[in-house]
């Protein structure tokens, strides 16, 4: 598998989004097709506020682990918004993910670009008969984010080719569009 991968985002953004905008770029540097299954369904971002904290992102099971009756269509449905996809560079309807399967062509690029615009924050209700801990979701607020994520990559014909793929930080300075 000769596979490269990036993340990447501005490191100020002020005003332009309602979330933090980061984006997966994967570039298949080889010089055969390269079917994975979809790479973009199982990320994971890692997102720590100004103080190392970490932050809980919306998560929910990828789209490739859940059972669907036969025939029932598969459709990208990440816990994070996709706002973007671009293929080689040039815009691409985001339709092109919403497979198990995406393949990429020998020396072909795929980016996608997330929005994440709420973390989950956990309440505690202590002293009832049973003490409780509860999740809501917030909004982003300004403040400065270091955004990591994590990439699983299955080759989709030979699953033992896979790999996983972490990538540091990137630090935004972020105020949300008024």
Known sequence: MRLSGYVEAETAQVGVAGGLVVSLGL???GDHELPLLNPFAMLQFQVRDHQGFPL??????????????????????????????????????????????????????YQASFEIDQFVEETSRFGTAHDQTASASAKISDGTYTVGCIATLIHAEQTQESRIMQADGIEIRFVPRS
Do not use: C, M, Y
């Open 27 to 29: 570039l298949n540097g």
């Open 56 to 109: 809980r992102v919306p998560t929910r099971p990828p789209s490739l682990l859940v059972h669907r009756a036969g025939g029932e269509s598969w459709a990208f449905e990440g816990p994070v918004p996709l706002i973007a996809v671009r293929k080689n560079g040039q815009a691409a309807d985001p339709s092109v993910l919403d497979s198990r399967v995406v393949r990429i062509g020998a020396h072909e690029e």
